[in-house]
């Protein structure tokens, strides 16, 4: 079946540093691929998402690219805020959108001043 | 504005007693989803619905049934609590496969369920 893997964390930066928060997948077919957040208290909500090969999703200065030829979906952001400190789970679906998603196992960020 | 509601934020309930856990969203979104989250395992998805009457069993349905009696609301039920059934719940909700796709499931705030 479908299956998702995570950089596993917890992963602690300075304010300012780079971030690459790994992620594979296996599935079959041409799922659609996404980037979860979960703020301290808070439900999870999308980040952004890619639909298919090659395409980049992006949304408050983080970016993951669709690489079909590896599975997978590394998020990625230049210089990271304190507020970015959340927990991140990489997700797939299949190619509609619109059907159950399957999870990594979420990695916990922390970014520290 | 989107909305998925979950009847309860934290919840404590005995072994062997039945729990029901509501969830209502305001979208009209055909697809409803109940997941549960535990540390180091991530997400995983006990049953889901595609339309009102129906249910599909996800990953991990043992323990647990669901009701869709009406579009806007899918109700988890587990039987029989127990201690293993102790975690965060989450509902989601999506439009069907009617329009245009739609990427984004939407999370309702969550359950924490404690079964003592």
């Known amino acids: 079946g479908d299956s998702v893997t995570q950089m596993e964390g917890p992963v602690t930066l300075s304010e300012e540093a780079f971030l690459t928060i790994n992620c594979t997948y296996t599935a079959t077919g041409y799922p659609s691929l996404f980037w979860y957040v979960q703020y301290p208290g808070e439900g999870l909500q999308l980040l952004l998402k890619?639909?298919?090969?090659?395409d980049k999703g992006s949304n408050k200065g983080f970016e993951a690219t669709y690489r079909k030829e590896t599975t997978s979906f590394h998020l990625e952001k230049g210089s990271v805020q304190v507020s970015d400190s959340a927990v991140y789970f990489c997700a797939l679906s299949g190619p509609f959108g619109n059907e159950k998603l399957t999870f990594g196992t979420g990695t916990r960020l922390t970014i520290i001043p | 504005d989107v909305k998925v509601t979950q009847s309860s934020r934290y919840l404590v309930k005995r072994t062997g007693e039945k729990v029901f856990l509501e969830c209502v969203q305001d979208?009209?979104?055909?697809?409803m989803f109940w997941y549960r989250q535990d540390p180091g395992l991530g997400l995983r998805l006990i049953y889901f619905s595609y339309d009102v009457k129906m249910k599909e069993k996800g990953d991990i349905p043992e323990g647990y049934s669901v009701s869709r009696e009406k579009k806007e609301r899918f109700s988890l039920i587990l039987e029989s609590a127990s201690t293993n059934q102790t975690s965060m719940y989450l509902c989601?909700?999506?439009?069907?496969?009617?329009?245009?796709?739609?990427?984004?499931?939407?999370f309702g705030p969550g359950t924490r369920l404690t079964v003592t």
């Open positions: 979208m009209d979104h055909e697809n």
């Open positions: 890619a639909t298919k090969a090659d």
């Open positions: 989601a909700s999506i439009p069907g496969t009617s329009g245009s796709p739609s990427y984004e499931q939407y």
